[in-house]
């Protein structure tokens, strides 16, 4: 079953603009990573934050974790067309053991 | 440095048959994971290893196996294999001392007949 769920489950924006992607999840956690996927091959690590953080910067990917809500977004600023990809949340469900639990995915298009 | 390997990209099996995976951890790390990904959806945690024992496992069948080496390497064996295994199988690097990232290799596409 999956712990998290990416909202929306599609996206499609032209170059340029912002993309934003949410993601929930269900149990108390240790940390939360963002992954990219292209085209069904290996999944990409973004960013990790851990449960006492709220927010993270990387580069153009800004991520914030809010766990009273038991929720993240992943912000990418002026975006390309090669951030066209899956985006995907995982959560640790609090074991600190690496059995990551994956929602099903953000898949953002980003038009030239 | 080379981060996580998997082997082989491609395979193309029988129903029926039987399968073997492998994985080479990232360098300084001791713990594989393996996922199963179907189409479309998200990766499903299929188990974990670590100093050569299987730690956690996920929801699937006992025709799902494994084996850790000395050298942290992992292969993933599945036996009987049915249509429904078809999927991408991605290995997972960590360390269980401190946390870190985890960091997946390319994945294996398994395709079943």
């Known amino acids: 079953s999956q712990q998290g769920e990416e909202d929306p489950q599609a996206l499609s924006i032209q170059e340029g603009e912002n993309a934003t992607m949410n993601c929930s999840y269900k149990?108390?956690?240790?940390?939360l990573q963002w992954y990219r996927q292209n085209s069904g091959r290996g999944l990409v690590h973004l960013i990790l934050?851990?449960?006492?953080?709220r927010e993270k910067h990387s580069g153009r990917l800004r991520v914030t974790l809010d766990t009273s809500k038991k929720s993240s977004s992943l912000l990418i600023t002026a975006s390309r067309a090669a951030d066209t990809a899956s985006y995907f949340c995982?959560?640790?469900?609090?074991?600190?053991?690496?059995?990551?639990?994956f929602g099903t995915g953000t898949r953002l298009k980003v038009l030239a | 440095d080379a981060g996580v390997t998997q082997s082989p990209t491609h395979l193309i099996k029988t129903r029926g048959q039987q399968v073997t995976l492998r994985c080479s951890p990232k360098?300084?790390?001791?713990?594989v994971s393996w996922y199963q990904q179907a189409l479309g959806q998200g990766p499903q945690f299929i188990f974990q290893?670590?100093?050569?024992?299987?730690?956690q496992r996920g929801n699937f069948p006992d025709r799902f196996s494994g084996h850790q080496f000395p050298n942290y390497s992992s292969e993933l064996n599945v036996n009987a294999l049915l249509l429904g295994d078809s999927a991408l199988y991605l290995c997972?690097?960590?360390?269980?001392?401190?946390?870190?990232?985890?960091?997946f290799g390319q994945g294996t596409r398994l395709t079943v007949v």
């Open positions: 995982a959560t640790d469900g609090a074991s600190g053991t690496y059995k990551y639990i």
């Open positions: 149990t108390s956690i240790n940390n």
């Open positions: 290893y670590y100093e050569e024992e299987e730690r």
């Open positions: 360098s300084g790390h001791d713990t």
């Open positions: 934050i851990r449960s006492n953080e």
């Open positions: 997972a690097s960590s360390s269980l001392r401190g946390v870190t990232e985890a960091f």
